[in-house]
């Protein structure tokens, strides 16, 4: 893994190669870009190496979620980050992804979602659980109507978890405030 954001390598896996080659050429004077078209070249591919994956969820061999799981089950320590044309529901609270984006994603949301995997990466692992947390708040309260939001135990769950780490982390949090401020202003959704 790379300690710098020039040297850091992002692998952009999706199965439609057009979808793959123009993110991949997107980032490709920031960040060491591959690409891999499909779920099972994913698994082939990552590594230790591979700082931040970029990854589909809708994939015929083999399902981003699936890729993502299996990513965590063999201990990788790479950020990924979900971009996907899959609206977020629930299910998200329990994926173990880092960041999460909506298709289409604009270059400079998609490199401050770089960027911002890349310092996360640098502080400890309450860090790295706060800012996926209050990403998938973030989506869900975008997403779901007071009343479900209100109805939903996970919810209150996660707003619990996220005062939680907050506090534990507020001396550290501190001198993380433009790095937060940063990731809230990023675009998950299409405008």
Avoid: H
Wanted: glycine letters at 2%.
């Amino acid at each position: 893994m790379s300690d710098s954001t020039a040297d850091a390598t992002v692998l952009v896996v999706d199965d439609e190669e057009e979808v793959a080659d123009v993110y991949a050429l997107r980032l490709r004077n920031q960040y060491e870009t591959e690409t891999a078209y499909g779920g099972e070249a994913a698994l082939a591919r990552v590594d230790e190496d591979v700082d931040v994956v970029l990854l589909d969820r809708r994939m015929p061999d083999i399902s981003g979620d699936d890729v993502l799981a299996e990513i965590r089950e063999r201990d990788i320590p790479t950020r990924v980050i979900m971009i996907t044309a899959v609206d977020p529901d629930f299910d998200i609270i329990d994926m173990p992804f880092d960041d999460y984006l909506c298709k289409p994603v604009e270059k400079s949301d998609l490199v401050a979602a770089i960027d911002q995997q890349l310092a996360a990466r640098r502080y400890d692992d309450r860090l790295a659980e706060y800012l996926e947390a209050t990403s998938k708040l973030a989506l869900l309260e975008d997403e779901k109507t007071p009343q479900t939001l209100e109805d939903s135990d996970g919810i209150e769950s996660l707003e619990r978890r996220v005062e939680e780490l907050k506090s534990e982390m507020d001396e550290a949090l501190s001198e993380f405030e433009s790095i937060d401020t940063a990731f809230k202003e990023i675009g998950r959704r299409p405008s």
